[in-house]
């Protein structure tokens, strides 16, 4: 998904506190080239850091880096409790 869908997704959220997540490493989207140019393709794991991370933000005063190594670190022992999709 691009940077309109995650904004569309998280209230409150601004392109340029996106782009600032995005610059310091917070978040590390995939880079795809469309012509010239390289624009950023956020996975559904990284829609969901971002919305823990700006919860904890908005709603706590938690600071930046605080905020994402805890929803990080939420959201991959969620997915390690996911149980493993059988194979045919």
Do not use: C
């Not at 569309?8 to 978040?27: M, N, P, S, W």
């Not at 969620?78 to 999709?85: A, F, H, T, V, Y």
């Amino acid at each position: 998904m691009d940077a309109g869908e995650i904004l569309a997704q998280v209230e409150r959220l601004t392109h340029d506190k996106l782009t600032y997540f995005v610059r310091v490493g917070y978040i590390k989207p995939k880079k795809v080239k469309h012509g010239t140019l390289y624009y950023n393709e956020f996975s559904q794991e990284d829609l969901e850091i971002i919305k823990r991370a700006w919860e904890y933000i908005t709603l706590s005063d938690m600071r930046v880096r605080a905020a994402f190594e805890k929803a990080r670190k939420e959201v991959e022992d969620l997915q390690l409790r996911l149980p493993l999709r059988a194979t045919k």
